[in-house]
């Protein structure tokens, strides 16, 4: 276990308002005066701190959320983007062309893989699909053409960890930038201090914690995000996928209170997977330690957040998965949905929905069986009176005695 507190660190992280508010003001502008043309022309040649352009560049309410983002992902510099989407393509544009190849793990988010394996062929960016697991077959895949190895933390449904540190190393050896989707685990896993060179969040989920809002970021060096922002060639610059800062703001207050919701998210999700265990169903939670890689999560992980809100249960085949979903709607356990991350219980069917984008026969390879139900624990305050009416539905479609 490491004990780096990414909490710690945001909470140090002081801003004052332009009145000397205790939250930074909102810079309700898309445009920046400038006091002399000279000026103006000297921004147009290199960044200068703390001057602002245009704000589909940079604006002052979106620079305090990317900084204080570096912070919970312990890089140099961060930049936020409209979409998880936004992120991932804009950091992979930015560094592969037509002619380059990425190396992919099988088990990413749909939305992902649909990207990978359908759009950056169009503009001939070959992408090679590999179970990250299998770190041999990952060196074998790469050539001289590739310049990304991407995987999630934490794979999306199976809930399988990516072994960071010698991902990193293989990187490493070869020059390649190993980017890492964190969204499933911010606050217990800090990719960057694991090998990860950029690591990519879906704000939409745990880091605003509220469900009312599509929003993105991109953690790497100063660097990176200085190429991402250039005027002339960046793709946040140019592709132009820029956040409100309206929501910029909003999703600064509750990033606050991340460390706070995951720990209990997590509590709730151990004792769900536990409980549910007990009774013989088949659980995925890497809390506990029965799941392939619950001893590389717990040597990877920070102290004290607990291995996560999520868990996904196999009801076997798709008819009872649906049976158990309504049932669980039913009994106000929480709602039927795709997404994740929100303060109530979120579950789906993945083969059905955000993983449908996979075809049958690789969903077959990789293991996410047609009854499988995604939950995204919620923050219920007691947590053994939720189980009973989950146990109430999975005694209903037969799962358990
Ligand atoms: C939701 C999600 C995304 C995409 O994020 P959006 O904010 O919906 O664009 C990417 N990766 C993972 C793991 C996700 O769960």
Redo the contacts with the bound molecule.
């Keep these: 276990m490491h004990h780096f507190d990414p909490s710690k660190e945001i909470q140090n992280y002081l801003v004052f308002g332009e009145y000397g508010g205790v939250n930074p003001s909102i810079e309700d502008s898309s445009t920046y005066t400038f006091l002399s043309p000279e000026k103006m022309k000297e921004l147009f040649d290199h960044e200068i701190e703390g001057c602002f352009l245009y704000s589909r560049h940079w604006n002052p309410t979106n620079k305090c959320l990317a900084d204080a983002l570096a912070k919970l992902e312990d890089s140099e510099a961060a930049i936020v983007t ?7 393509s804009s950091a992979i544009l930015q560094i592969c062309q037509c002619g380059d190849e990425i190396i992919s793990g099988r088990t ?2 749909g ?2 893989y649909a990207l990978l394996k359908n759009f950056l062929p169009r503009i001939g960016i070959k992408v090679k699909f590999v179970n990250i697991h299998n770190l041999k077959a990952v060196e074998e895949s790469i050539t001289d053409k590739t310049k990304i190895i991407y995987c ?1 933390s ?3 449904p199976l809930l399988e960890i990516a072994d960071l540190p010698s991902l990193g190393k293989i990187a490493k050896k070869h020059n390649l930038k190993l980017m890492v ?4 685990s911010p606050i217990s896993l800090t990719p960057i201090q694991l090998g990860a060179d950029i690591v ?6 745990f880091i605003n914690g509220t469900s009312d809002c ?3 970021c991109i953690c790497s060096s100063r660097e990176f995000v200085n190429q991402l922002s250039d005027i002339n060639s960046g793709a946040s610059m140019l592709l132009g996928p820029v956040l409100d800062s309206y929501r910029a703001a909003s999703i600064l207050k509750n990033l606050h209170s991340l460390h706070i919701r995951i720990e209990k998210h997590s509590a709730n999700a151990q004792y769900i997977s536990e409980n549910l265990e007990k009774l013989g169903c088949k659980v995925f939670y890497p809390g506990l330690s029965s799941h392939p890689d619950h001893d590389l999560m717990t040597e990877l992980m920070n102290e004290g957040f607990g291995y996560g809100g999520m868990l996904a249960i196999d009801a076997g085949d798709e008819k009872t998965a649906s049976n158990l979903m309504a049932a669980m709607q039913r009994e106000k356990i929480g709602y039927l949905a ?4 929100y303060f109530k219980t979120l579950f789906s069917s993945p083969g059905h929905s ?1 993983s449908s984008e996979i075809p049958k026969e690789e969903q077959k390879v990789i293991g996410l069986s047609e009854g499988l139900v995604r939950m995204s624990v919620g923050l219920d305050n007691d947590i053994s009176e939720t189980f009973e009416r989950i146990k109430k539905c999975i005694k209903e479609v037969g799962l358990c005695k």
Excluded: P, Q
């Excluded at 989707?181 to 499933?184: A, C, E, K, S, V």
């Excluded at 795709?338 to 991350?341: D, E, P, T």
């Design positions: 409209s979409s998880g989407m936004a992120a991932i990413v988010y939305g992902t999630e934490v794979s999306n989707d964190n969204t499933f990519v969040h879906s704000l939409t989920k599509v929003a993105g795709v997404s994740l991350g955000t």
